[in-house]
């Protein structure tokens, strides 16, 4: 049994709330649990160096954690003067998932700069961020729309995510942070509305596993990634 | 007229939410009108290395924006490396203003280390985070007394800021961002609820002013904290 | 086709070198083709802090690129003052597909920093990096072991790696940096020798993949590191 | 009685020297007793980003202490890679304080660039800086006078600052280190030489001052800046 | 006798290996007994800003070592952030020695970037850097002359390196980690083929050294120079 | 002629300040002309760690330029977050020169830090910070004698520095900024007042130098170090 008493192939309770920020062009709070994230985008006029020139434009992310939204407080990266190893790892996956299903070429060029700070964690918060994100994304984009920056909203494809793992044995969804700091192995899948996979990442520490076993925590994230869409798609007016 | 029209001695419309954090040891989200700063106060076995076997506690303070707080997204310090003159100015004074209405000599070597996050700014937030600060820091303390850690809580004051400037002539409290961004002349005033002075930072970048004038803030700022202790008191049932 | 003439599931001539280094415990150069990866196993009487006084060891890693390891010039991290998030993505992938098959309690309180330099780079530098890594370890253990530091090597399965992508829609293992810069998905998986999944990481930053292209893509990389195992354990005379 | 031997209303010697460097457009050396602050001014033909193309100048200003400035040596700032928050509030408020009494939009686009080292430190070394600043900041506007590239100096007031406290409960002037390790509250005052405020930071780390007492240590601010006004003029000859 | 039973004016065995690098327009892994340089030269078209628009040309020079090039690890400086004193003050004399043989304004505006990676430290990993350099340099002129960029090779010498020292009071050549860590005085030599003094550099951390030794130091080193000075024109094919 | 009207072989005007500082164990204030120094030594009862319990003692160095020492503003090292290599190199050889005379095994573990900070530029700093700082470690010493912390002055022998180049083809010693921005080839002589040999450095950035102009450069030094060793007694009194 899961520790919060949910069933295997239970997301937990999924807030997404659009339009949270008064200032960024799209903003979502993304609650899954006591896992809070809120997710913002903005644009930016100019695009990185290398792009300059070439018509396209650029979606990129930052991730961070406010200093007590975990349940012992962890040093400010701003104050430590770097950001870790693990938060560039989780804001580098942000940005390809975004990228992924955004036409960079009709975007002319311009750069939206999504920023996911966590103002609570209970395990998840990359694919919370993730699914809150194209959320914001996407109302950046109908705002460049309603201004005439932009003829049409260029997003190829809807993403989410969700992370499974192996939880005393058992396939289970969306691990929370009492079953993540247990699991023999955990994976997140960013995946889109209509099964297509942008990225996974699979890890097992402890004990490595079997082909069967990942491929059921592939079926449980197509199963919870769909109901995440179906949100995105509702708090979105689609 | 000020932009909001309120009335030159009028705060903005003030929430002070407690335990607005799952996790920390006391928490205050202060929403100042569209100003919201996120205080946690972290309890910390170990006091820094000054301190150690002097039987005497610490409180400090660290601050820091989100990206997209303000109407055009700021850079994330965590990623420039580094934090501004302008965030280590207010984490000094936060702690600063802390520290003067805690008796750390009743402490015993613990530390307090209060975070003060802005959600959302539209001015004062340095004024807003050491409003909630106290609430945050009196909730920790609570819980050590509950614990049987302290045996009382070591808090010899109730401090609470405001900020207070002369826009087109006239002496104005509480100044929000329309306000602040166009006043000739603007204070931070740092105060206890029975008048006494914490700190005081007066600035006048654009033309010096005349200690009349100064004087006028001060009187503002001592109506403005009295109402925001009244407030702290009444969210912390005292 | 593939650029060079090899046949989709064939690996690259690959030659893995053991006791390269004149001073490291353990050490293998790892050849793909043209990409070359010098990977050190040093001892460490030191354990990061969180192990201390605990009786478990750690296995960690670190990557780097020569500057002129690539086709034009990369920077010197060294001297730009810090590691890329690439980087560190990569060492901590290193790191985590060690410590996978590593029994790290029956090591002692002992460290083994293992040091992966990319010399030539021409695609694939992460993958050979880990299946030349896990010769370097092997050897270290068994320095420990003759040593009698250590009873046993206190390794519990053996690990490789390889990549895998979509190249101009076909399914290709061990891609170069001829396939890699242009193909549509590719994927990193690291696995053990008997077939259990270590990490996995599919990346379609272009177009989603569907789920059935990355089964073949898995499929591939099960017969790659087949190969790639047997190589290491001819090498290391098991 | 004052550790000294001065009245309350006493300033410490003061000496301002000015042209003490060699190359520098402006400069002075101003010793208030034991401190001793080098101020240079130098012109520089470039301003910051912000300011290209509007026809406006800049003033600013950066502050150091010599590691053995110091009663024990304190740890070189260039050496530990970043400059203290201390560091960074003093010359913020130097280069606050001078733009106060510049007409930014009479300067073209020219910066000023103000450095204060600290060569000797015995209390009160912000203040002594501002005020051998405007000296320094006189002479190199002088010197853009003399070659023509300013038709006239563009200050529009005279500024210069001292401290004040409560020492064993009694307010006094100028504050040297004995006095301002051990007292109550202290105030810095940057004031113009008619009587205008520029900068007051008052400072209450031990216990919040009442009104009247902080209403008393600003009255010996204005004799102090008085006198140190009248030695400005005198020493540029005004 | 040395360690290495070599004569006093013995140099190790040295070779040369030209085009070692697949990418790099010129490169030698220089090899000096157990120390291995690999040096590469890459052609970069800016130069730095002080020289743009000058038509001059730039050589500059970076350093580093792997790991564990060393006998026990040394920590990596791009982890560390920073690059070490004797890093830095070793690349800048590896530039300063390839600057002086070279004709800069013969460049045009074109920069050589030479890097020396040490993949296996065994003393005098300088010396072998800036022999092997200068046929990296001589390389990737002749690249720029086969396509036309240059119409000559713009080099006026030839350069190459050797340390000598005195070892338990006999003046030695070459000196290898064996007898550099434990000699009492030692000079890095960087001379041109015709005896021409490029840079000097005498240290006699423990004990002074007479100017009579110093000068029979310099003659072994004339001597060292002149055989790998053949060398280098002879892997060059001059 | 030399620009100064010096003869080839004359110093500039140099005096030696003791005691300059009112708080370090030992102080110098060294000026060579127009090139000011100020070398404080500063006693700290902690060792480098690799010293710890060895019984012996360390002298280090640190150096640094006020930003207008020099004839056109230089940015400050702590602004920009790090010491630029020619810094580190200074830094490095004053260290080594201090310590060549130095018995270590005489201080006991304590350690010495010396801090060359130049107030004004011209020309030959890091010889007169190694004349000062001999001055000021003498002091430091005969402070911890006269403390009875020592039983003896640990110094060996007497270091002075000086630098020598070929201005317009003439050997001269002691050179001003005007001629060492011209000169073809200059060298450093760190040398004992009986003529060891402590440090040399000698650079032909522009063109190499024989060996016999090499060892006039030497001869005048030695003549040069002798006139400054004699000036070193005689403000120490010895």
């Known amino acids: 049994m899961r520790p919060s008493g949910r069933a295997p192939n239970q997301l937990r309770s999924v807030i997404l709330e659009p339009a949270f920020s008064k200032y960024a062009e799209g903003s979502c709070l993304a609650r899954f649990g006591d896992t809070h994230v809120l997710c913002t985008a903005s644009v930016d006029e100019k695009v990185p160096s290398f792009l300059r020139n070439t018509g396209k434009g650029w979606v990129t992310a930052e991730y961070g954690m406010l200093p007590r939204s975990?349940?012992?407080?962890?040093?400010?990266?701003?104050?430590?003067?770097?950001?870790?190893?693990?938060?560039?790892?989780?804001?580098?996956?942000?940005?390809?998932?975004?990228?992924?299903?955004?036409?960079?070429?009709?975007?002319?060029?311009?750069?939206?700069?999504?920023?996911?700070?966590v103002i609570q964690a209970d395990g998840g918060t990359r694919t919370a961020a993730i699914t809150g994100s194209y959320v914001a994304l996407y109302m950046a984009f109908q705002k460049l729309v309603s201004l005439g920056t932009l003829s049409a909203i260029p997003l190829?494809?809807?993403?989410?995510?969700?992370?499974?793992?192996?939880?005393?044995?058992?396939?289970?969804?969306?691990?929370?942070?009492?079953?993540?700091?247990?699991c023999q192995a955990d994976s997140n899948f960013v995946l889109t509305a209509d099964g297509g996979i942008v990225e996974i990442q699979g890890t097992a520490e402890d004990t490595p596993f079997r082909q069967s076993e990942f491929l059921t925590l592939l079926d449980l994230a197509q199963q919870g990634v769909a109901e995440l869409a179906a949100l995105q798609r509702k708090v979105l007016g689609l």
């Open 70 to 117: 975990t349940h012992t407080r962890t040093d400010r990266e701003a104050a430590k003067g770097k950001q870790s190893g693990r938060t560039q790892e989780i804001q580098r996956l942000i940005g390809r998932s975004l990228r992924a299903v955004t036409q960079l070429t009709a975007m002319g060029e311009i750069q939206i700069k999504v920023d996911c700070d």
């Open 156 to 182: 190829i494809s809807q993403v989410a995510a969700v992370s499974c793992g192996l939880y005393k044995g058992t396939p289970v969804l969306d691990l929370d942070y009492a079953e993540d700091s247990t």
